[in-house]
């Protein structure tokens, strides 16, 4: 193809504000709003976008000249960009142009291939350092973070801090890319986003929605076979897809489906959105599933399960900060210690007609916690015996309410605000089990505790009476 037949990159724009926007681009100085408007002109125009690509491809020639490929090498993590779209950003179009050959005498542009060119990641601006997470036995090694770089993990989990104050978790295997301090996209796997005062407002990107952060703890996993599941610790969430958007609370989780619809998460149990530090005995769990029949979509409320995990300073609900603890300094009843228990909604304590259901892998002695305050529904006195012991709740601060004096402290016997009766089950069981409402309603009250110890045995049988 003679020069004449084919439109030759490299020509100068007659607009000086887009050649300006176009350096500020390629020297990585350009803002979210600027990269996004060089985007749309990429995409609109092919004037603008031969200019680009010749513009970048001979920056990126003398960033090779005047650096060493081991200088800008790759962490503990693969750098793969992504594929060129008709769309392409700016990281993209970089990509190209640093790893074809433009030729003006003639030469075809061949566009829609990305390649990587570890030399140009020095351009970048670094957004955060990142390491892998270990059991504390050796110095953690730390690498950056470049902006538009994505990052792909094949196993283990890494902790992420990024510049804007966010720190996040992410889970392998699973990529990532982190185009700013206050924005990430996760293509596949497992995170989790501690978003300080200040950096609200910091969004998570997948296929399926967006999560925008308004001060808060929230987990996000992006499914093997589509689909992305989130859900509230602390604070609140707004998630968007192209169908729906929907405002979550602590306590809270959603699954969006890759087609937008939203619908309740049910359960959130320790490796949802991040690597389970509990290594579990042989057995396998005890609890294996909970459910309810009282809440809808609307609510999306979920019960967290935790196995083998029930212990000191143990969170009790989902939508509370408060804490298990033992009432004095020698702790916890010694038979309920590395139970399986569930994270119940507190404020069910208010919803006489609720019925939940617990799943039972193995033949288990099942617990009840009490608040002492409350008198035993009939339910509990037909199927369970209280027992001799108790525990203690250590409440923190309720949630939306900053100036509520209230904080939870560290250790057995430390800021115990109420007792809790324990109540043990007359038959150990396999199975579902069924636990009912409580008969009064007040603001002073909590809901109750779940638990559930594996017997050695593999049948039931009676419990006598305590």
């Not at 300080?196 to 998570?204: D, L, N, Y």
């Not at 089990?433 to 007040?442: A, K, N």
């Amino acid at each position: 193809m003679s020069q004449s037949e084919h439109n030759v990159p490299g020509h100068l724009l007659d607009d000086p504000e887009v050649r300006a926007l176009c350096d500020k681009c390629c020297d990585g100085l350009a803002t979210p709003h600027q990269r996004a408007e060089m985007s749309d002109l990429i995409a609109s125009s092919p004037e603008v976008l031969d200019y680009v690509v010749a513009h970048s491809f001979m920056i990126s020639q003398l960033v090779a000249i005047s650096e060493s490929p081991e200088e800008a090498g790759a962490g503990v993590v693969s750098l793969d960009p992504p594929r060129v779209s008709r769309r392409m950003s700016m990281r993209k179009v970089l990509a190209i142009a640093a790893s074809i050959a433009i030729a003006v005498a003639g030469v075809e542009l061949w566009r829609g291939v990305g390649f990587d060119v570890p030399s140009q990641q020095a351009k970048l601006a670094v957004v955060g350092r990142m390491h892998r997470v270990t059991d504390g036995s050796s110095i953690p090694e730390f690498v950056n973070v470049n902006e538009r770089t994505r990052v792909d993990i094949d196993e283990g989990e890494y902790e992420v801090s990024l510049s804007s104050g966010v720190k996040l978790t992410v889970a392998g295997p699973g990529n990532f890319i982190v185009d700013n301090p206050m924005h990430c996209r996760l293509g596949s796997g497992r995170m989790t986003a501690n978003v300080p005062k200040g950096a609200e407002g910091f969004r998570v990107h997948t296929g399926d929605a967006e999560i925008v952060d308004h001060g808060t703890r929230f987990g996000v996993a992006v499914n093997p076979n589509g689909g992305t599941d989130v859900a509230v610790f602390e604070g609140k969430v707004e998630v968007l897809s192209r169908d729906e958007q929907r405002k979550l609370s602590i306590g809270r989780a959603v699954s969006v489906t890759s087609n937008g619809a939203m619908s309740r998460m049910l359960v959130v149990k320790p490796d949802s959105f991040e690597v389970s530090k509990r290594v579990l005995s042989s057995g396998g769990p005890a609890i294996t599933s909970v459910r309810d029949n009282i809440r809808s979509n609307d609510e999306m409320g979920y019960y967290r399960i935790v196995n083998e995990g029930f212990g000191e300073d143990q969170p009790a609900y989902v939508d509370r900060v408060h804490q298990w603890n033992g009432l004095g300094q020698e702790g916890l009843p010694e038979e309920l210690l590395g139970a399986d228990y569930i994270l119940p909604f507190n404020d069910d304590k208010t919803v006489r007609e609720i019925e939940i259901t617990v799943t039972l892998a193995r033949v288990s002695d099942v617990y009840v916690l009490l608040d002492a305050r409350v008198s035993p529904p009939a339910w509990l006195v037909d199927g369970f015996v209280e027992t001799e012991l108790s525990v203690g709740m250590d409440e923190g601060e309720r949630p939306g309410r900053p100036e509520d004096p209230r904080r939870t402290s560290a250790g057995a016997g430390n800021s115990i605000d109420y007792r809790f009766s324990v109540w043990k089950r007359k038959r150990a069981g396999i199975g579902t089990v069924s636990f009912g409402g409580l008969p009064q309603i007040g603001e002073f009250m909590s809901m109750y505790g779940i638990l559930a110890v594996p017997r050695a045995e593999s049948s039931p049988r009676e419990i006598g009476a305590i």
